[in-house]
Nanobody, 126 residues
Framework: QVQLVESGGGSVQAGGSLRLSCAASGYTDSTYSLGWFRQAPGKDREGVASISTDGSASYVDSVKGRFTISKDNAKTTLYLQMNSLKPEDTAMYYC????????????????????WGQGTQVTVSS
């Protein structure tokens, strides 16, 4: 059973930075695709960044150049470094894992992931 626990959210002003962490237990191998998602009030959950089983990272256009997804060598903690934050980045952020090799746009589909954390809130003020 994979368990994911996010941390690192908070409130920052526009232009600031935050680093989210996602501690994983129940898996240690590289057969999982990992992703960060976010959901703002009244909106659908959307993919933000992902790492596939081959270690390649992908980002949605709205965060390219500002966010960086990474994982530690032991592959038990996933990170999302968020720089140059904007008010529109305000949302609950979730990490997710899927025991599958996800490529292309499938990386950003919530329905492809079956393991989720509880979320951590990020609020960016103007």
């Amino acid at each position: 059973q994979v368990q994911l626990v996010e941390s690192g959210g908070g409130s920052v002003q526009a232009g600031g930075s935050l680093r989210l962490s996602c501690a994983a237990s129940g898996y240690t191998d590289s057969t999982y695709s990992l992703g960060w998602f976010r959901q703002a009030p009244g909106k659908d959950r959307e993919g933000v960044a992902s790492i596939s089983t081959d270690g390649s990272a992908s980002y949605v256009d709205s965060v390219k150049g500002r966010f960086t997804i990474s994982k530690d060598n032991a592959k038990t903690t996933l990170y999302l470094q968020m720089n140059s934050l904007k008010p529109e980045d305000t949302a609950m952020y979730y990490c997710a894992a899927a025991k599958a090799r996800l490529l292309g746009w499938f990386r950003f589909l919530p329905s492809r992931y079956n393991n989720w954390g509880q979320g951590t809130q990020v609020t960016v003020s103007s």
